[in-house]
């Protein structure tokens, strides 16, 4: 797969998990936070309706960009934290459910990409101006 390829495959992935947390906010809340930590208030399903608006967003970003070595590289090591997030929320809080370990499955796709991209994308063309 061409790096421009790989690129659109990882914006894939913030429009399929974004988007549902933006057309859906209130499914998501249900199937990925465990009952004791949800309150059933109307801020709780805005706030991962917002989240899904900016996945979205951050989707379009990676989709109509141009990615070279060092964005492939710096989303893949931005992508790092989230993996502490997952493993908290899941193994020490259980804020999250089996069904919100989709989040890990996103991230994992995306770090895959990342390197795939990283191994097949140009360097970046430094312009020097005089």
Not at 24 to 40: D, F, I, K, Q
Not at 42 to 52: H, L, R, S, Y
Not at 69 to 80: C, D, E, N, P, S
Request: proline share 4%; hydrophobic share 55%; glycine share 8%.
């Amino acid at each position: 797969m061409s790096a421009p390829t790989l690129q659109k495959c990882l914006a894939l992935v913030f429009f399929i998990l974004g988007g549902w947390a933006l057309v859906a906010p209130a499914m998501v809340l249900e199937l990925t936070v465990n009952e004791a930590y949800r309150s059933g208030s109307f801020a709780e399903v805005f706030a991962i309706g917002c989240f899904g608006a900016q996945a979205c967003i951050s989707g379009l970003f990676a989709w109509f960009s141009t990615f070279t070595k060092r964005t492939f590289a710096a989303y893949g090591i931005g992508l790092l934290p989230f993996f502490a997030f997952n493993y908290y929320f899941y193994a020490v809080e259980p804020v999250l459910t089996e069904v919100g370990l989709l989040d890990l499955v996103g991230n994992i796709v995306m770090l895959a990409l990342c390197w795939l991209g990283y191994r097949r994308a140009p360097r970046a063309v430094r312009v020097h101006s005089q």
